[in-house]
């Protein structure tokens, strides 16, 4: 057999890949085995997956019981489609259960097949929405800088990382960006977003799309109050409030679903990514009781928009198995508890270290950040390659992390599997401090 790196290079275009460095070198890793919080590749090297893969391997990779539910599925039903009055009893009981976990009045759940299909998804329902309801100019969407929602045509649009706008030309029309309360205070930020529902016309805006802490972003923490404040606000403008959960639900941060941290119920959320801990592509958007209403009232004829795998069987049972684990071994109370040690070691590093930031994690997400001067908070020149130097460090002693280097910020983040235990937890800071000490001395700050 060919080599696999030769045929990769050959034949596979990844995503989100520095292509030209791929096409000549190849992939750097090749994953065969996952068990745990552990990745190991083909040369038999084991890593700990400080990011649980992408934001998404919730409960930790090897579960022989999703793989034996989704097999069990597959024998028994496949597939089957769920388009039009057909339905099945593992969407159903899935709805049912996602129902049963997000607060409040969010009680019914479209089904997508992961987090920009979402978030499209929920774009088109918000402008159907207000259509149905005869405000047809209600289009636009306001979302924040920074903020991540994925990359289909809507979600790439909402996105507030410009980098992600280029490869189709242009963003589409009626999206727009308020700045995001990283590095602005509540009162900014919501003057911001004011401001922008002011200038773009408040009887235009469908909805305001953020994220309870922006992830790609940096893991950008909002201060204690902005997501009310944000709550206020749409209400004070009846604009609705679309809450992106894809990486902060299913007990990612300490709690079942972000919001819950700060009391806040949006008129809906999209989800994906840790329903399934990945085992299975699957997303969703669950809506308010008051929009499911006004949708079944008031759509006329058929709803159009739909995927061939919306509410797939097996990844649907394999969601329900995945939660009913969480649940079981009480990971959300994990995710809490491992998240406060980590936070712990963070800021022992930071003690120890002269490069060290601002360091902060809500349950199993967290960031840290390099700076040239922590008293000043003095970034690097984007030249130094600061984060993905560490990166780098951290991947020769065997932990798989992620840098995000936007404008001049060199962010380190941190989500591990919420199934993580103390030793872990210490294993890995562990290797974060020595990473960051090596490149300390290598910048000779
Ligand atoms: N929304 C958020 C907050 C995300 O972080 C992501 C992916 O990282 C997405 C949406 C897009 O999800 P997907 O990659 O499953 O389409």
Do not use: C, Q, R
């Given at each position: 057999m060919k080599d696999l790196i030769e045929l990769d290079k050959k034949h596979f275009i990844h995503p989100t890949s520095p292509i030209q460095q791929q096409q000549e070198k190849g992939a750097k890793v090749i994953f065969e085995k996952g068990e745990g919080i552990y990745l190991t590749d083909r040369m038999g090297n084991t890593f700990i997956d400080a990011m649980s893969s992408l934001w998404n391997v919730n409960i930790g990779h090897g579960r022989k019981e999703l793989a034996e539910t989704a097999a069990k599925q597959m024998e028994k039903l496949a597939f089957s489609s769920t388009f039009s009055t057909f339905s099945h009893e593992p969407a159903i009981k899935l709805a049912e259960k996602i129902a049963s976990i997000t607060?409040?009045?969010?009680?019914a759940v479209f089904f997508t097949s992961g987090g920009s299909e979402s978030n499209d998804s929920a774009i088109k329902l918000v402008r159907h929405y207000w259509r149905i309801q005869a405000q047809p100019n209600r289009r636009k969407i306001i979302s924040l800088k920074r903020g991540y929602h994925g990359v289909a045509a809507g979600s790439t649009s909402a996105?507030?990382?410009?980098?992600?706008?280029g490869m189709a030309g242009h963003m589409m029309t009626d999206f727009t960006h308020a700045e995001s309360p990283y590095e602005n205070n509540t009162n900014q930020a919501i003057d911001s977003l004011r401001q922008v529902i002011e200038t773009e016309g408040?009887?235009?805006?469908?909805a305001v799309l953020v994220e309870p802490v922006q992830g790609a972003g940096g893991v950008l923490i909002p201060p204690a109050d902005y997501l009310q404040e944000v709550r206020d606000l749409c209400n004070e403008y009846g604009v609705l409030l679309v809450l992106d959960e894809v990486i902060t639900g299913f007990g990612r941060t300490g709690k079942m679903f972000g919001m819950e941290n700060w009391g806040v119920v949006p008129d809906m959320i999209t989800f994906a990514k840790g329903v399934t801990s990945g085992y299975f592509p699957l997303g969703g958007v669950v809506v308010s009781d008051q929009i499911h209403e006004v949708l079944k009232e008031k759509s006329k004829g058929t709803l159009f928009h739909g995927f061939t795998?919306?509410?797939h069987p097996a990844a649907a049972a394999v969601a329900l198995k995945n939660i009913e684990i969480i649940e079981r071994e009480d990971l959300v109370e994990n995710s809490r508890q491992m998240g406060s040690v980590m936070l712990n070691g963070f800021q022992h590093v930071k003690e120890d270290l002269?490069?060290?930031g601002d360091v902060r994690a809500i349950g199993l997400l967290g960031a840290v950040e390099l700076v040239q001067d922590p008293k000043t908070n003095k970034h690097f020149s984007p030249d130094a390659q600061v984060a993905p130097k560490v990166i780098e460090a951290l991947h020769e002693r065997g932990v798989i992390c992620r840098a995000v280097s936007y404008g001049n910020s060199d962010i380190i983040c941190f989500a591990p599997p919420?199934?993580?235990n103390e030793n872990q937890v210490n294993t890995m800071v562990g290797k974060l401090h020595d990473s960051i000490l090596a490149v300390q001395k290598q910048l000779s700050v």
């Open positions: 607060p409040g009045h969010l009680n996105t507030g990382i410009p980098e992600f706008w408040s009887d235009k805006i469908a795998y919306s509410g002269n490069i060290v919420i199934t993580i």
